[in-house]
């Protein structure tokens, strides 16, 4: 009798696959995973990258233990070698403290190990996703574009019942962004219309908010588990007015909850905080101490910036445009008496350090020995000086440069899209300088932010937040709308401009006149505009988009025909804009393009379009005159 072989083996990977794509049951954590995987780089980049964590994580978690239990510092001054002053048999001799913070961390090591070994099955399901039906091999995940990647989801549609043409779900590339921001766009609106009270409750900082990757966490915890089910549906109860104060108890008692639970643990967020970032940062900082004063956008700046159903990674990318700019805005502004000590101070440090650097030219057998104060060797003053010297000549701005913050400013704001009807007209101000850096700190600040927030998070949680809780519920039942298809989402990420248009922001009619139902300075606006530049083959379905976008596009043209109008002369009388050259008519007409030339030409000249448009759409919320 012949043995057959059994069903799944006969079954090939491919066809394995298409029955998995077919049978899917949960869209949005399906993309949610296939935009995880675009973002990782492949297969093989995220293990390494989850396994390199891993390894990080025990190696702090080892050195740590060593530095602090295993090390008799009292005794090092007797001995010159590390083994004598080793603790034997260090972890018996922990105190209880130390051994209970040691326990929760390695327990936190092992649950991140078995998660890894868990996903390792999910993520070789979508390599071969990508392999069989996308056609993008894993050597390829480094440079393939995500509008590919979606692109070729919608050629396989048709291999899905569920998604197919004639299935009620629909697949774009806006219906994608909508199922994999769904929780997203709900706190950008509420950042938005700054519905969340994060100030913090004590004397003299009332005024001042906090926003850090701690209280992001506890927010999420908080807030979005709370409403979405394990689906990542919004749970139907928020839906019913006649809830409301049911609703607005619990999630205050959330707030409160999170709040005693991380007073709690403070000592232990404290010290993994302290040890990542001293890890991290220590060596970014030994290798070039200038950096010490770099800026970065703070958490809080991140989620003001961001855009409805704008993805992670076009977001990342818009915000690091930006970056040149805004150092160039930040030094544009006087600061005489900071650059006169800088002055002074990196010629007294550098002094220094240039004897000492002659100092071990002639004796480098005394770099170590000799001690110019007592402890106090060659080698340990010139760290000290030459990281003086380095912090103090980066605070010294280039003596060419030309004093625009306006200028400068609005080239950053073409890239953050952030641009409160505050600042207008006063981008030169020292005012808006300071709001600015608060969006714009150091690293250092922020760092230290992250440290203090274990103090300030607690009283932010059990005291603020819950101040907030009646907007919010009333903000999820207000601003949650039902697409066929697509099920609940936040209104303004379906860029319904009929019910959120703002006539300020080229909206040419609209049934709503209580800004309370209109986002704030144009996010819907800017944020329709967004999608469709970094999705150029987009095309919107509803009328109210298609005009909305018609509008602009007209206006973008006759500005650009009344600009074409005017032809400045120079001083010899001759225009300034270039005359086009025979020679290189010429050249065009004889030159053969190629389709893939002429589809990449074209390509181009559509987002080139779009990103005009952009710009233009700035100059129109810099003066409404729409």
């Known amino acids: 009798m012949i043995e057959r072989e059994p069903l799944q083996k006969r079954i090939s990977t491919y ?11 949960n869209m949005d954590m399906f993309f949610e995973r296939v935009y995880d995987y675009f973002q990782g780089k492949g297969i ?3 293990l390494l990258a989850r396994l390199l964590n891993l390894l990080t994580l025990g190696f702090i978690i080892m050195f740590s233990t060593f530095l602090i239990g295993c090390i008799r510092y009292t005794e090092i001054h007797d001995h010159k070698s590390l083994a004598d002053v080793i603790e034997p048999q260090c972890l018996s001799k922990l105190s209880a403290t130390k051994f209970l ?3 929760i961390f390695v327990l936190w090591w092992i649950w991140q190990a078995i998660r890894f070994i868990t996903d390792i099955p999910a993520l070789r399901e979508m390599s071969n996703f990508y392999s069989h039906l996308l056609h993008i091999p894993d050597v390829n995940m480094q440079t393939v574009s995500w509008q590919t990647v979606v692109e070729r989801i919608i050629d396989i549609r048709e291999t899905n019942p569920n998604i197919s043409a004639q299935a009620p779900i629909n697949i774009t590339e806006h219906a994608i962004a909508s199922r994999i921001m769904r929780k997203e766009n709900y706190l950008i609106a509420l950042f938005n219309k700054d519905l969340l009270n994060i100030t913090i409750p004590l004397p003299y900082l009332q005024s001042r908010h906090i926003f850090t990757k701690d209280l992001e966490w506890n927010l999420s915890f908080c807030l979005l588990d709370f409403i979405f089910d394990r689906k990542g549906q919004i749970r139907k109860r928020f839906l019913k007015e006649r809830n409301r104060p049911i609703l607005i108890a619990e999630l205050k008692r959330r707030f409160i909850f999170m709040g005693l639970l991380n007073c709690a643990l403070s000592p232990f967020i404290f010290a993994y905080l302290l040890l990542f970032f001293f890890f991290k940062y220590f060596e970014e900082y030994h290798k070039n101490p200038g950096e ?13 910036f961001r855009e409805f159903n704008e993805l992670p990674h076009f977001f990342r990318n818009r915000t690091n445009l930006s970056y040149e700019f805004a150092n160039i805005y930040i030094n544009q502004f006087p600061k005489e008496k900071t650059i006169l000590m800088a002055r002074f101070v990196s010629f007294i440090v550098g002094s220094f350090a240039g004897v000492l650097a002659l100092f071990t030219l002639f004796e480098s057998d005394q770099l170590l020995s000799f001690e110019i104060t007592p402890n106090g060797t060659v080698l340990f003053y010139l760290g000290i000086t030459g990281t003086i010297f380095a912090v103090t000549r980066g605070m010294i701005p280039d003596e060419s440069q030309v004093f625009e913050p306006e200028k400068v400013l609005r080239q950053v704001v073409e890239h953050t899209h952030y641009l409160p009807a505050e600042w207008k007209h006063r981008l030169h101000t020292d005012q808006v300088r300071g709001e600015f850096c608060l969006l714009y700190d150091y690293k250092v600040g922020m760092f230290i932010q992250e440290l203090l927030s274990t103090l300030f998070v607690p009283l932010v949680l059990c005291v603020s937040l819950p101040k907030s809780a009646d907007q919010i519920i009333d903000f999820f039942r207000e601003f949650t709308v039902h697409v066929n298809g697509l099920g609940y989402v936040c209104s303004f990420s379906q860029f319904d401009f009929e019910r959120h248009g703002n006539v300020k922001y080229g909206v040419m ?7 309370y139902f209109t986002s704030k300075d144009g996010k819907m606006e800017k944020s329709f505009i967004n999608f469709k530049t970094q999705h150029p083959n987009w095309e919107p379905m509803d009328i109210t988009q298609s005009l909305y976008l018609n ?3 007209k206006k973008t043209q006759l500005n650009t025909l009344e600009e074409e109008e005017v032809t400045q002369l120079n001083e010899f009388g001759l225009p300034d804009r270039p005359i086009p050259s025979n020679l290189g008519d010429s050249y065009e007409q ?3 393009w190629t389709p893939e030339e002429q589809e990449e030409d074209e390509e181009m000249n559509r987002r080139e379009g779009m990103v005009g448009l952009l710009n233009q759409f700035y100059d129109l919320n810099n003066n409404p005159t729409v």
């Open 44 to 46: 093989y980049c995220m």
């Open 101 to 103: 913070f040691l326990t």
């Open 590 to 592: 004889n030159h053969h």
């Open 509 to 515: 009619s609209t049934h709503q006149d209580d800004d």
């Open 551 to 553: 509008n602009l596009l």
């Open 15 to 25: 066809d394995r696959t298409l029955w998995r794509w077919a049978n899917v049951e």
């Open 292 to 304: 010490i004063g770099n800026r970065a956008y703070s958490t809080f700046a991140k989620w003001k």
